[in-house]
Structure formats: C-alpha cells, structure tokens
C-alpha cells in the first residue's frame, strides 16, 4: 500500500492484488489494538474526481462555495 501525506492528511493507496475490504481489516485491527480513536475515512478518489467533472460538464456556470 502507498501511503501520501503529511501531519494532517494520511492517505493510503491500494496496490494490486489488495481489496478495499483487506485494507478496512487491516485498518480496523490497527485501532482496537491501539489508543488511538480517531475517525477514519474510506474513499474511492476515481468516484469523487467522476463526480466533479460531471458537475462541471452539467453546470459550467456554477462554482459551488463553502461559508467558512
């Protein structure tokens, strides 16, 4: 498994030959044997990156904005 990132993101990447699921079992079994109980989360970067240029090819005006 890859690994990108710095202090505030740890991303992972799936290599060949690994399954979503082998990675979560991996993942869950590092947390319950440790103290650390922060969140993670799962995602499929290919999906998200679809959905973006399928927001920009259907709404070329639009440019979503966030309120901080």
């Known amino acids: 498994m890859n690994n990108f990132g710095n202090e505030e993101f740890d991303c992972h990447f799936l ?3 690994f399954t979503a699921k082998d990675i979560l079992d991996q993942k869950i079994n590092e947390v319950s044997s440790s ?3 922060d ?3 799962v995602a499929d970067l290919g ?3 679809k959905k973006h240029l399928r927001w920009l ?3 070329p005006r639009v440019t979503p904005f966030y309120a901080v």
């Open 47 to 49: 999906d998200i990156l």
């Open 57 to 59: 090819k259907a709404l």
């Open 35 to 37: 103290d650390d109980k």
């Open 15 to 17: 290599d060949e030959g």
């Open 39 to 41: 969140a993670f989360y």
